[in-house]
C-alpha cells in the first residue's frame, strides 16, 4: 500500500499529516532548524542520549554530507530564517520526514528491507510554486529519496511528490462544507487568506481553479510585530524565542541567566498593529462580488476575534478554519506530545491530505470498474 503524507514546511513549524498504522491521519510537528556537515560524533553523542527519533533526527545524503533536522539542529544552533526561499535543504528536510515516517510505522523497532512507497503533497507559498529548475529539483529528491540513511539506517523509497499551493487545504475543506449544505457555488469566489510568520497571502479560488491575477503573497508576515517586541525588551532574547512564546501563548520567557521577560505589557499595542495591518490587506485585497471568505494561520488565529468583527462590519461571509476545525479537535485530543503547538496551525496540510485521500479513493474504485 502507498501512504500518503501532506508537508507543510512554515517558517517557525513543519506541519505534517501522514497514514498511520490505523490508517487513520497522524500529525507530526517538526522545527524548522536545520544544520549540514555535521559530525558523526555530534550524532553518535544525540543518539546516546535520546533515543527518539524525532529528537534525533540527521539524514545522510549520497555525498555522505550529514543533516540534523529540528530538535536536533536546534541543539545544534541551527537558525531557519524568514527571507529564504523554502526550496532551500528541501531535499534533506523531506528525507528527514520520509524518515521519521518510516520509523514511526516501523514501531521503533529497526528497518525491514521493504521499500517504502509514499505519496507526498508538497505545500509551497504561491510565489515560490515554480522556481527555477523546479523539475530538476523534483526528480534530485525522488532520486534520492529511492535509497539514503536515516540517523545511520538504510532507508528504500519509491517517492511520488505532488506541489500544492498553501491554502489549497483550506479551500478544498471549505469548498466541500459549504456544498454539504446546499450553497451554490456559481458566481461565488472563495478567498484563501493565511496569516503567517513570514507573510500574508490572499489565494482567490474561482470555479475551483485558483485565479493567479487576484491572488497576492505580499501581506506582512508577524514577524515584523513580534520583532517589535523583540526590540522593546532589548537584552538577550531572540525573534525565535519571542515568536515562539507568543504562538504558546506564554506571556514570559526564560531567558540566559535566568531571567524572567514579562511579555503581557508588550501585547497588546503589537496585536492591534498586527490586526489592522490584516484589515488593511483585506480593504486591498478582497475581490469585489460575492465572496465567502476562510481564514488560517497561527498568527492570524491570535487576533481573529477582531478580524470576525470587521467581516461582520463589511457583511462578509467570515470564518477562521471553518468546519476542518473539528476535525482537527478530535485528533489532537489528548495528544500531550502537541500540547507546545497551536493546532489551528495544522488546518491547511489536514484539509489537503483528506481532499487527496478522498481523490486516490474515488480513483481507486474508478480503476475497479
Known amino acids: 500500500m502507498t501512504l500518503l503524507a501532506v508537508i507543510d514546511l512554515g517558517s517557525s513549524l513543519g506541519k505534517i499529516f501522514y497514514t498511520g498504522a490505523d490508517g487513520k491521519p497522524q500529525p507530526l510537528a517538526l522545527r524548522p532548524e536545520?544544520?549540514?556537515?555535521?559530525?558523526?560524533?555530534?550524532?553518535?553523542?544525540?543518539?546516546?542520549?535520546?533515543?527518539?527519533?524525532?529528537?534525533?533526527?540527521?539524514?545522510?545524503?549520497s555525498?555522505?554530507?550529514l543533516y540534523a533536522v529540528g530538535d536536533f539542529a536546534a541543539d545544534l544552533g541551527g537558525r531557519q530564517f524568514h527571507?529564504?526561499?523554502?526550496?532551500?535543504?528541501?531535499?534533506?528536510?523531506?528525507?528527514?520526514?520520509?524518515?521519521?515516517?518510516?520509523?514511526?510505522?516501523?514501531?521503533?523497532?529497526?528497518?525491514?528491507k521493504e521499500v517504502f512507497a509514499i505519496s507526498i503533497g508538497l505545500m509551497l507559498p504561491r510565489d515560490e510554486i515554480n522556481p527555477p529548475s523546479r523539475d530538476a529539483r523534483l526528480e534530485a529528491i525522488k532520486s534520492a529519496a529511492k535509497r539514503f540513511r536515516f540517523r545511520g539506517r538504510t532507508v528504500e523509497c519509491n517517492l511520488k511528490l505532488k506541489i500544492a499551493t498553501e491554502g489549497s487545504g483550506l479551500f478544498a475543506a471549505h469548498a466541500a462544507y459549504l456544498q454539504s449544505i446546499g450553497q451554490n457555488m456559481r458566481g461565488v469566489d472563495i478567498p484563501v487568506i493565511m496569516?503567517?510568520?513570514?507573510?500574508?497571502?490572499?489565494?482567490?479560488?474561482?470555479?475551483?481553479?485558483?485565479?493567479?491575477?487576484?491572488?497576492?503573497?505580499?501581506?506582512?508576515?508577524?514577524?515584523?510585530?513580534?520583532?517589535?517586541?523583540?526590540k522593546q525588551i532589548g537584552g538577550n532574547v531572540s525573534l525565535e524565542e519571542v515568536i515562539r512564546a507568543i504562538a504558546q501563548r506564554r506571556e514570559r520567557?526564560?531567558?540566559?541567566?535566568?531571567?524572567?521577560?514579562?511579555?503581557?505589557?508588550?501585547l497588546p499595542?503589537?496585536?492591534?498593529?498586527?490586526?489592522?495591518?490584516?484589515?488593511?490587506?483585506?480593504?486591498?485585497?478582497?475581490?469585489?462580488g460575492d465572496i465567502n471568505v476562510v481564514c488560517g494561520g497561527g498568527a492570524m488565529s491570535l487576533v481573529w476575534l477582531q478580524l470576525e468583527e470587521w467581516f461582520k462590519d463589511q457583511e462578509i461571509p467570515g470564518v477562521f478554519l471553518g468546519a476542518?476545525?473539528?476535525?482537527?479537535?478530535?485528533?489532537?485530543?489528548?495528544?500531550?506530545?502537541?500540547?507546545?503547538?497551536?493546532?489551528?496551525?495544522?488546518?491547511?496540510?489536514?484539509?489537503?491530505?483528506l481532499a487527496l485521500a478522498q481523490r486516490t479513493r474515488q480513483e481507486a474504485v474508478g480503476a475497479k470498474w
Open 34 to 61: 536545520i544544520v549540514s556537515h555535521v559530525s558523526k560524533a555530534q550524532t553518535d553523542a544525540q543518539m546516546s542520549e535520546y533515543d527518539d527519533p524525532l529528537r534525533s533526527a540527521f539524514v545522510e545524503d
Open 63 to 65: 555525498e555522505g554530507i
Open 83 to 112: 527571507q529564504i526561499s523554502k526550496w532551500d535543504d528541501l531535499l534533506p528536510r523531506v528525507l528527514a520526514i520520509i524518515g521519521l515516517i518510516h520509523s514511526e510505522l516501523s514501531g521503533g523497532l529497526g528497518f525491514g
Open 195 to 230: 496569516g503567517g510568520e513570514r507573510n500574508t497571502s490572499l489565494l482567490v479560488f474561482r470555479s475551483g481553479k485558483l485565479n493567479p491575477t487576484l491572488s497576492s503573497s505580499d501581506g506582512e508576515g508577524f514577524y515584523r510585530f513580534a520583532d517589535q517586541i523583540r
Open 253 to 266: 520567557i526564560r531567558v540566559a541567566g535566568g531571567e524572567i521577560i514579562d511579555l503581557k505589557p508588550y
Open 269 to 288: 499595542g503589537v496585536l492591534e498593529s498586527y490586526s489592522n495591518s490584516l484589515k488593511s490587506y483585506f480593504k486591498a485585497k478582497l475581490p469585489p
Open 324 to 353: 476542518i476545525s473539528e476535525d482537527l479537535r478530535a485528533i489532537f485530543l489528548g495528544r500531550s506530545d502537541l500540547e507546545a503547538f497551536n493546532y489551528v496551525r495544522f488546518a491547511d496540510a489536514l484539509g489537503l491530505y
